[in-house]
């Protein structure tokens, strides 16, 4: 597989054509004159020419180049275009031929071409890659390896750059390394070599473009802006070679970028996969040729810097290209192959007997992953979680406690913008106790080495087993025997838990994983140590990745949810845990939780827990039994009024239900039934509450559907409505008059006009001084009432006062909130006066089933004494001005953010691609949404324009979460959402 003739390609330079020669070139040999600039490239001369006929680029050939590699390349260039992949154009001469040639001062002969200029955007220059531009370009390769898949063949060259003959390069060339790096070069070239010689039989050959990369591929932006790889240029290295190539190529591309996470370039195997139909073999040479290619880059690059001194591009690129080796380098074969393999067919869990055992001890199964007990109550954010969970589990015990390998420890994950690279993947399984215990054989082992703090131990089927954290006993030495039941040795005690830890591996090969590795590289590493779990006795995990179970069960849910179900994200994790302000996944990632305003005292609070727990333990029945929690909860919420002469509540189930209720009510106490709403207001799904539900987003036809009963007011947006600025309120009020006197002449006089006290699903948006009390006087002034549709933006939220209205001077006659009055448990309630509430007698008796129950009252009494006791409110006064100021920062430097809306912990950041007109970005905004998930912030889109960010966190929000949110918001903005 060594070409002959290699040698004699390391030491072309470039040709000598200044900008003022090849101008000349140009129009002697063309016709054309247009403005020069060199574009870069390591053995030929390429001009980009900009003139009246639009951009072109002049190619001189080095003179090495045979004419027929050059038709070669024009070929496959018009076999792309004709299979509809935007590839440059040759452009004929003044002769009419395709190919020039010229004679150069020297008496080389070079061929020249001028090719089309594809318009478009290399990727090269974008520090970070979505999955989903990461798979568009490996479907792009794809397609282009296809389409020459079935070009008979090209004329024969030797090259460097084909991956066939690697090795034979590095070898030749590495002496031009400095010295420091040639051994690492070699020896990573030379085991990438071995592990393809494997499989090399099994390669198949043809025709490959040799250099699909992110600075050869051509992207333009798709209907939603996001940059769609579209072409490709540059077929200088044109070959016939083993078609898995083409996609180390471009693998090997991508190691400068960042990504979502490394099972990235999993993804990108699959969608080259699926236009050429990868063998097994071809998988499994793909990650020895990264490293290879890798390799040949670094000795390459470093060569033509030796014979061409002035060679600026070769000189930029070597940073790049060493950047790329050693990120391909710490990434082993064994495991990206695994990787690669797992989604073509997951594999088999592999078994092993049980090998050791505690004597006299039967282990109890201790789980530590995202969802284990022993990280309830954010005990995982402790600096030294696990030791403190061992350590309390242990303490005072001689049980013997298994820790399964194959968990995501949560204890090794933390909120973080690159948690991505933290490692909470377990690759050992672990014996604990609280005190000594010794380990014994349970089969026929083999010493194989010993340590101080540990033992090797060989099976018969020649694995090897790794104990850590054991003391052998005496006569336990390399080359040494063990029978079943024979003692290897007592474990010792861990300082930091305080508890005895003895660590298991089972691995195939001569030497020691780490004990942990990234949650993306765990389909990787999982098969490198099967058996370990069966090794103690235990069944052996689940092969199937996270991410493929998530994609699985959204399958599942999306067969029996109805299409119109609200959904977050295009590929959402599975969510298993959820603490203060983050939520956890199967991975053990944390996320920042910026959307969950129904969590108002955190996710699983323990005072709201302990409280609903300990009344489904003892009573929950319903409110026609006579018990204390229900007037404790209604005394306790009225309290919170302070003196607008509030005295009645009717508990539900929710929102919906609350403002249904309300309306019945409004509508009873008046003897009328129209109803004045406010546009982009949502307040619930039932039919009343929708038929006030206005919001074109929520219901495209809101507008034209809503019954006669209810008539519209302008949404008092003073950043977008009507009227703008924070004088805007007497006009909206004006106009609000207009529309009660015009009820009261038509003889349908309102029975009560209903608003969100800050406009929440307008994203936030603060009401101008003095207009909802202002309307609600107006309405009052009609004989009708005002309802405060406190459901989103009630309890403390705004940190100015515990209802929103309050802080707007406006005295309601009825409140209905829900959401956050049971942290998570189905609550809901109508606070108004005896003698508006005391109507609904007229209609029969009011009764809800679990609206007050005594489980419900427990965790509504919980949350109000949290919000006090804990000063959530003033912490979202405190943090929620915080987070406005470091937004409003933000703005400054970024156009995008058009404003920051509303209060405390009820906020939107509003985002305009044109800040004069305010044109919404609706796009942006979600593709912002998608990015920041893979940074961990879990944050959506709000306003029937989906244009503004929700900001409605649980209060417990801290200043280090606001930091974490701006800084991914900042890194999102700066480096785009490709």
């Known amino acids: 597989m060594e070409g002959s003739g290699l040698a004699s390609t390391y030491e072309r330079g470039r040709p000598e054509v200044d900008e003022a020669a090849a101008g000349r070139l140009l129009a002697h040999l063309f016709g054309v004159a247009g403005t020069l600039s060199e574009l870069g490239s390591q053995q030929d001369r390429n001009y980009l020419v900009s003139g009246v006929d639009g951009r072109h680029v002049l190619k001189i050939f080095h003179a090495a180049t045979p004419p027929g590699l050059v038709e070669d390349q024009l070929a496959a260039m018009r076999l792309l275009a004709g299979a509809g992949i935007p590839a440059p154009q040759p452009v004929p001469g003044l002769d009419g031929a395709h190919r020039q040639h010229w004679t150069a001062a020297d008496g080389a002969a070079h061929t020249v071409v001028l090719l089309t200029f594809v318009e478009g955007t290399q990727l090269v220059g974008v520090p970070r890659l979505s999955r989903r531009v990461a798979r568009a370009l490996a479907r792009l390769a794809g397609r282009v390896s296809a389409a020459l898949g079935g070009v008979p063949g090209v004329h024969a060259r030797d090259s460097q750059w084909d991956l066939r003959v690697p090795l034979q390069v590095v070898r030749e060339l590495v002496g031009s390394v400095p010295e420091d790096r040639r051994g690492v070069v070699l020896d990573v070239a030379e085991a990438a070599w071995a592990a393809v010689e494997r499989v090399a039989d099994g390669l198949p050959t043809q025709v490959v473009h040799g250099d699909i990369t992110d600075d050869n591929v051509v992207a333009v932006p798709a209907a939603d802006g996001v940059l769609e790889p579209v072409g490709v240029i540059d077929f200088g290295d044109l070959a016939t070679s083993w078609r898995i190539g083409e996609l180390a190529v471009l693998l090997a591309s991508m190691l400068h970028h960042e990504f979502a996470g490394l099972d990235v370039l999993a993804d990108m195997v699959d969608a080259f996969d699926a236009g050429t139909g990868l063998t097994e073999a071809e998988v499994r040479a793909a990650w020895p040729l990264v490293q290879l290619r890798c390799a040949v880059l670094v000795v390459s690059g470093w060569q033509q810097l030796a014979i061409d001194p002035g060679n600026d591009y070769a000189a930029e690129r070597m940073d790049h290209e060493w950047a790329c080796f050693e990120r391909a380098r710490a990434l082993p074969v064994p495991v990206m192959t695994n990787l690669f393999l797992a989604r073509r067919t997951p594999p088999a869990p592999v078994t092993c007997p049980q090998l050791v055992a505690p004597r006299g001890a039967t282990p109890q199964v201790l789980p530590l992953g995202p969802a284990s007990e022993g990280h309830d109550d954010g005990r995982w954010l402790d600096e030294h979680a696990e030791a403190h969970v061992l350590g309390a589990r242990t303490a ?93 040795g007592t474990a010792v005690a861990d300082a930091e838990s305080a508890c005895h830890r003895v660590r298991v591996q089972l691995v195939e090969g001569d030497a020691a994983l780490p004990a942990f590795c990234r949650a993306d590289l765990a389909p990787g590493y999982a098969p490198l140590v099967g058996g370990t779990n069966g090794a103690i006795g235990l069944p052996e995990p689940d092969p199937v990745a996270p991410a493929v179970a998530s994609a699985a069960e959204q399958a599942r849910r999306n067969r029996f949810l109805p299409d119109n179900t609200e959904r977050y994200y295009a590929e959402p994790p599975t969510i298993v845990r959820g603490w203060g302000a983050y939520l956890v996944d199967t991975e053990a990632r944390a996320y920042l939780d910026l959307v969950n305003n129904v969590a108002a005292v955190g996710h699983s609070h323990p005072a709201v827990r302990r409280a609903v727990s300990r009344s489904l333990g003892l009573l929950n029945t319903n409110s026609r039994f006579l018990y204390r929690s229900l007037g404790d909860f209604s005394e306790r919420l009225l309290a919170t009024t302070g003196d607008g002469g509030y005295d009645s509540v009717l508990l539900v189930n929710s929102g919906t239900e609350a403002v249904d209720l309300a309306l019945r009510i409004a509508r ?46 302008e949404a008092p947006n003073p950043y977008r409505g009507r009227y703008r600025g924070p004088d805007a309120g007497p006009s909206y009020l004006r106009d609000a008059g207009r529309l009660v006197d015009g009820l009261v002449a038509n003889g349908t006089p309102p029975a009560a006009v209903v608003m969100e006290s800050i406009l929440g699903n307008a994203g936030g948006v603060v009401p101008p001084p003095g207009y909802f009390a202002g309307v609600i006087d107006l309405v009052h002034r009609a004989g009708g009432l005002g309802i405060a549709d406190e459901v989103q933006v009630g309890y403390g939220r705004t940190g100015t006062s515990f209802w929103a209205f309050q802080a707007e001077g406006a005295r309601p006659d009825i409140i209905v909130c829900a959401k956050a009055m049971g942290n998570g448990f189905p609550l809901g309630a109508v606070i108004t006066r005896r003698e508006i509430s005391s109507v609904l007698g007229r209609e029969g008796l009011f009764f809800s089933t679990t609206g007050g129950s005594p489980a419900a009252c427990a965790a509504g009494l919980a949350v109000l004494e949290v919000i006090e006791g804990e000063g959530l409110m003033a912490r979202a006064r405190e943090v929620g001005s915080y987070l406005a100021g470091q937004v409003a920062e933000l703005a400054r430097r970024h156009p995008l953010v058009g404003a920051v809306h509303g209060r405390g912990f009820y906020q939107g950041v509003e985002l305009v691609s044109d800040p004069e007109l305010l044109t919404p970005a609706a796009v942006e905004a979600a593709l912002l949404c998608e990015s920041l998930l893979t940074r961990g912030v879990i944050d959506q889109v709000t306003s029937e324009r989906q244009n503004v960010l929700k900001v409605k966190p649980p209060m417990t929000l801290t200043t280090a979460d606001v930091d974490h949110y701006v800084a991914a918001l900042d890194d999102v903005l700066s480096r785009g959402w490709t």
């Open 396 to 488: 005072r015990t001689a049980t013997v406690y298994a820790i399964p390998e194959g968990e995501y420890r949560l204890s090794r994950s933390r909120p973080a913008l690159d948690a991505a690279a933290l490692e909470p993947f377990s690759l050992v399984a672990e014996f604990v106790s609280g005190q000594a215990f010794t380990l014994e054989a349970t089969a026929v082992l083999e010493v194989a080495g010993a340590r101080t703090d540990g033992v090797d131990l060989r099976t018969g089927d020649g694995r090897l087993l790794v104990l850590g954290g054991l003391a052998p006993s005496p006569g336990v030495v390399p080359g040494e025997r063990l029978d079943r039941g024979e003692a290897i």
């Open 668 to 713: 009873l106490a008046t003897g009328r039934s129209q109803v004045i709403a406010h546009r982009e207001g949502y307040h619930g799904w039932s039919m009343a509450a929708d038929a006030i539900t206005t919001s074109a987003y929520d219901n495209p036809s809101a507008l034209h559907t809503r019954p006669s009963w209810v008539s519209l007011a």
